[in-house]
């Protein structure tokens, strides 16, 4: 069975790195060391007291009781729901919920890739940009109004320029697709050509930008609805929760990018949209494209450079998504990268013609930002009045809205999954769950989403400054980092792809600093500060993985020290401290471990003497320690000991302050200083209750005493449990 | 050095019973069985590689740095403080600023016992019973105006008949003295001549008592203080909580009932009142006991039994801490108890004398109840005026109610203790802090009363319904057990003070019920619902404990096996299972164990590898386990395994639904059925970072394994540290 991994798809293998041979090479010197402490391999089989040949778990595949919602595409020719499974029974309460939830688990075998017609591609890849035009001219507008009529007058120029914009990044992504076809998002793009901290820097961009899509299309998406349904408006933000705790669900259970799904409502919009354009502009023409009277303007703000590029930027937020195709171009039937090519000019008309369209309507329509409706709500009571038409318009916004939010639930953790791959980012985020779904990125989404949503209201037009900047940063990463590309290979027609991604690269790059710059005090400062944030932490998690990295890498064997027995306690014979081995851990294979238990009791019960059982069992040296608040008390367990017969040492440290936990971990250091080379094993006896309220009733000693030990070097801790009956 | 251990005093030892005659042969003969298996005792010492000798912790005792705010006082001759030593340094953050609050440790030896003389043990213990005609009377009239004039005249009869009932529970409380030298608290009296249900139901009464003592104290100290400076009322609940932390801190630093501490505010107090009630009286007289003109009193409700059984039995608060001195005869000198009744007579002649005054006053004067301020402060108004004299007033009261709460904060803690010590409560009750404070009971208490005071927003009279049931539940219950007492043992004189103790019983038992009854919608149900809640809850834990204490008990061994050496690995003789031992967890000597250590590996790096050296070196069978997500990730493990040398054997279990801990825990499952005789050593070797955020780095698989694994029965879970670096 061969299996298809793409450079950058999900696998469940991720946190299983390949050996080099370097490292195989190292492996077998440390094992040929082994080879002399151990002994005969044969003889450690022939000791094994159990029959091996278990190999799978669970060990049968039963039917699945619970289909899923969504099929996934065949694997192999075999659909793929032949690998769901009832659930494996878990321990611990909630699976039969979860599995009700989130459907049985999937076996790795089922990771399948759709391959996409364009015609469901360009829902499915578009869903994101096309959704924009909801609210991007509005914001556009909410920034003109208040440099008056003035202000107004001036959409129809910006449209122009960001429509130009649309384009030119549009092109430069087409550049994107045939140098990426197995996928080229823009982290990829950067790290590949600019090195790790602009890939970074991409990386963060991105994140924010996914985290902001949910926030705003879900924040527009519910202000479609409450539109149409003014008495839901103060119902905004749970209604917004709601929305986004079924898409973590959704995604969770594993809702690909289901074409069916995705085309419906993304046709429908784009009809609507179209219908929407064509009868608003008959309307205007059969008035002579005289605008409906509105009520004069008063200017708030004189109208300068400054707000024209703010109104800019907000417009230019219509362009989020677009570079989603370049991402993913091995999703499209072959030629792949033809084929998304193809799709992507298709978006682009689509995108430029939606947009131009909607400014001109607005500027005909002479529609104002409210605050009580959205402007393409005010568009369609236009054009279609309070009818069936319109009752489909805002339904239609309202569902591509919520499938642009989902868009980032599938964008995000894979982007998460990239960087925690490249060890920027906790390992939490390479774990394919039960469902194939990268549960953990998915959470943290919802999660993000959910917090700025609440903290912004649920506002869309308070969340539009801090979206431009992540969204352009990985912009004009990603074409710069094209722009190297083909400086440095020269390909077959590199001249014009490498002026295509200048010119996107370079828009992209003035759209970026107009953002940062007039945004900044609105918001676009907390953007920038997140951003930063992301890419230290990023560096800080990656320098910590490569120091565990080379920590816990094995290494050559320096000196191969003679063989040792070890066998049955005997008299060790005491070397000088200089003599010994200073390394603080070194043992490597079994003759390098030498031994001393230490059980600490309390009272002589059957849990501490079946403690005292198995540390002796064990054939090492065992020093038994009792803790005790004074000095008679002392005596008294002495006495006891003796009358049990006083088999093993004892040790009695007395502790007039009444603390156990310090004094133990005090004696371990001390034992472990007096001789550094020998691996203390403290045997701890612990009660282990039934109920859940019992464990109250216990002093957590065990507990506290394995944590506290912890730090310790050379120290390890072996909890004997003794089971309670009740 | 001999130790006086009183009866139901404090002690280190509480938890740490010493064996009867049958548990010691017992010792000795698991013992004997012990020495068949385990070998030469000798053998096992030279066998230690390390020099014992370490005793005491903290090592040195160094001069104390920070002093104390009360001397404890002496123990054999020398100053206690000469035992309180530097902290021993701790893990953690946190010492330096506990050191700070609470101070440096007390050893076990700085327990002393004050012998207070009369003069000093009367404000002592009578500060609570004392402090409360602060809130009494005003209780009792609280009730009576809403009858309007007619009810307010009854107010002195109602004294009248609580001025009995504090005769005939005091003259009960003086049998109770003579009778129980050693302290008669109501829980130990009930428990001794009734059973274990009647004591455990007198010390949920005085447990729910101590608790609302502190409240209701520190409302009404508060409301002192709000009385004279009426700006402070919107801050009663921080203020209340302020003291409740305040008394927290000290009684944790290990304040003792310090005589001269206490013995100021209430000889203040007592001075204050008795120059009230002479001047308030004075003045009374001077206009012929005419009152002062006050508005007319609207009824809300008619005169009936009920009303006046109500206002009696918030009258009948005023006696809450009357059996404080029975508590505390061995706190007297010698002869204790004869010093202890004196004690008692004088503290009820100053009860009943303050009572009767105060009511008296609050008729002369015809105060009634104002929201604003108590009726103690406006019969100062009257007496004082608003000069110096009614600060100090106001002053004094607002420092004995103060000390009142201090007193359920040594008195709470030591029922626990002797709760504890019962089994009724958990152990962590039994623990003497490092200050020999019972710090688990104090912070409990607070934790309580706080709880209340901001659940009545510390309003005293809202608290009032609840106070009497625990109170009189427990005199009544403790009469009861001291007439049982007086009839089964007919001592000299048994007969007058079984009827002394009957009357007492008698008059307690129907107060008892009419508090229940009358104020149950008002309050009294949560009392009686929390008495019986925590009666159920101590028989439950005390269920519990005898459950354990069955369990870990020794077991004299049943059938002496014949001895087996264990040594390195060989192969087991493997028997059919019914003639395995079937018992599940059986093994008190070290022959009886047989091991298989299996070694959980994700994949062959230095922790790794030092986890099976750690495993290896044991010389017990060896099973290592790998979980692979799929078959050709497994392959390849195998392939690793055979480079490094195949040296132990392998199992490598397929987890399609990449799930890691639940098959391992499946797979040790499985092993433990397959040989139920064995012993499962599960050694997991554990990355451990040294900031606390790099744990989110790292997947906590040996921590969850580690959880998941305790319920398997015979599984040992050993944690082989690996210290990375940073």
Known sequence: MTREVSADGPSPYAGLAP???????????????????????????????????????????????????????????????????PAPRRRGGGPPLRRLVLGAPLASTAIARERMRKLVALPVLSADVLSSVAYAPEAMLAVLVTAGAAGVRLSIAIAAGIAVLMLAVGLSYRQTIRAYPHGGGSYIVATDNLGRVPGLAAAAGLMTDYVLTVAVSI???????????????????????????????GN??????????????????????????????????????????????????????????????????????????????????????????????????????????????????????????TVLSELAHGAFGAGPLYVCMQAATAAVLLLAANTA????????????????????????????????????????????????????????????????????????????????????????????????????????????????????????????????????????????????????????????????PRPEPRRPADERDASAEGEESPDEVRHLTIVPIASLNLASVRALAYAASLRQPVLAVHISPAEDEAERFRGYWRAWGDHLPLEVIVSPYRAVVPPLVDHVGALHRQRPDITLTVVLPELVVKRRWHRALHNDVAARLARALKPLPKTVVTTVPFHLPS
């Open 409 to 568: 639930f599938n964008d995000f953790p894979r982007l998460l999954f990239l960087m925690a791959r490249d060890a920027y980012a906790p390992r939490v985020f390479l774990r394919l769950g039960d469902r194939l779904a990268f549960s953990n990125g998915i959470i943290a989404l919802a999660a993000a989403a959910a917090a700025i949503f609440v903290a912004f209201a649920g506002r869309t037009g308070a969340l539009i400054p801090l979206y431009a900047v992540g969204v352009f940063l990985a912009f004009t990463l990603s074409q710069t980092g094209m722009v190297l590309r083909w400086w440095r290979r020269r390909e077959v027609g590199w001249r014009k792809s490498l002026a295509f991604n200048a010119a996107g690269g370079a828009l992209s790059a003035i759209v970026l600093v107009m953002a940062a710059v007039t945004k900044f005090a609105a918001g676009a400062w907390v953007a920038v500060l997140v951003v930063a944030l992301i890419m230290m932490l990023a560096l800080r998690i990656r320098r910590h993985y490569d120091a565990v990295r080379a920590a816990i890498a094995l290494r050559p064997v320096a000196a191969e020290v003679p063989w040792l027995a070890v066998g049955p």
């Open 19 to 85: 050996l080099d041979e370097d490292e195989l090479a190292t492996l077998r010197a440390v094992g040929r060391h082994w080879q002399r402490a151990a002994g005969d391999p044969e003889q450690w089989r022939r000791a094994l007291p159990v029959d091996l040949g278990r190999s799978r778990y669970p060990a049968e595949i039963e039917p699945r009781r619970l289909g899923r919602i969504v099929p996934v595409a065949a694997h192999n020719g075999q659909p793929a729901n032949a690998a769901a499974t």
């Open 219 to 249: 924040a527009a998406g519910v202000a479609a609805i409450t539109s149409a349904i003014p008495a839901l408006a103060p119902d905004t933000v749970p209604i917004g929760l709601g929305v986004i705790a079924l898409l973590l669900a």
């Open 252 to 373: 969770l259970r594993g809702v690909r990018q289901a074409g069916a799904l995705f085309a419906v409502p993304t046709y429908a919009f784009l009809a609507m949209m179209a219908a929407l354009v064509t009868v608003g502009l008959a309307h205007a023409a059969g008035r002579g494209f005289h605008a409906a009277p509105q009520p004069p303007l008063h200017a708030t703000e004189s109208l300068g450079v400054l707000l024209v590029l703010r109104a800019f930027a907000s417009g230019a937020t219509a362009m989020t998504g677009i570079e989603a195709i370049s991402n993913a171009v091995p999703a499209f039937r072959p030629t792949a990268w033809r084929n998304a090519r193809a799709t992507l000019t298709w978006m682009l008309v689509l995108l430029i013609a939606l947009f131009a369209g909607t400014v001109a309507l607005i500027h005909v329509d002479g529609v104002r930002p409210a605050p009580d409706q």
